[in-house]
């Protein structure tokens, strides 16, 4: 995603690093007397506290410990890390299992996320018994006090799929609850808006072309109080023997997909469910994905690849949000 708005009137812009990848602020303090420094200060200790609770690439954090023990007992977590899994499951149960959080093996197994990365594909055998230590049904999560249990000694959780986004959702509840009501927070990608910029007008968030090569902006919708998250295969993927494996992995076959959608972006209240609801549509596909996201109202736009590069297919949702706030 592409984020952007002209300065006129004092604005406060901070960027850095977290959770393996990027985030930037932009906030118009308003009447509030909070300087940059604090606000630098809040952001870098929300999201180290996200990267403690959720970072398969740490071996401390909490995602990590649960991964590697085999108890089969409720395992205390941090509540952010249970609120995840709560909404990735909710998510999932609405999209047939298409959102899963418990494919972490298959993700390994195909050289994605922390593992090492594949040059061929693994073997039938290698997928099935990958899959067998995968599936929803075998993790329970509960909120109070917050803790995970898994059926399966072998189970482990990947969230990056809605972690970016729940950890834009949480600096938006930090800033609003400091008096911050403007901004425009984005975290690898994932985008949270809410109230006006500089010059008084709506967030200017921009939603990029699928393009392998380079990065360019192809829509610009203008949003108020929304997230948005786009998922595709045209950044994450390998390719051998002429044929494409994409970082999307289907839960059902433990393959990536192989559909033509490159990508998907969806607006909604809140960026983790933005981020879970992409995902979800981006592994059923163009067809399924699309029947999916038009009968649950969600505001969802399509880019297909065809034989003349890429078709684009938008719910009624979407076009409604496009036709408010589009330049």
Known sequence: MLAACDRATPEILLAGPAMGTTWNLRVVPGATTIDSDAIRALVESTLAEIDASMSTYRPDSAISRFNASPSTDWVEVPASLAGVVVEAQRIGSISDGAMDVTVSPLVALWG??????????????????????????????????????????????????????????????????????????????????????????????????????????????QLEAMAVSTSGDYRDYFETGGRRYSHTIDPSTGRPVTHGLASVTVLRPTAAEADGIATALTVLGPEAGYALAESQGWAALFIERDDDGFRQRETTAFAHAAKAGES
């Not at 090492?116 to 290698?126: C, I, L, M, W, Y």
């Not at 899959?131 to 993790?139: F, I, P, V």
């Not at 609003?176 to 500089?198: F, K, S, T």
């Open 112 to 221: 994605f996320g922390a593992a090492a990365p594949r040059t061929e594909p693994p073997t039938d055998a290698e997928i099935a018994a990958a899959l067998e230590r995968c599936g929803m049904q075998h993790l329970s999560v509960r909120s109070d006090p917050p803790a995970l249990r898994k059926a399966l000694p072998g189970l482990t959780l990947d969230v990056d799929a809605i972690a970016p986004g729940f950890a834009a959702d949480l600096v938006a509840s930090r800033l609003e609850a400091l008096g911050l009501g403007d901004y425009m927070i984005e975290i690898g990608g994932e985008v949270r808006v809410h109230g006006r910029n500089a010059q008084g007008q709506a967030w200017r968030i921009g939603i990029e072309r699928p393009e392998e090569r380079g990065r360019s902006v192809g829509r610009v919708l």
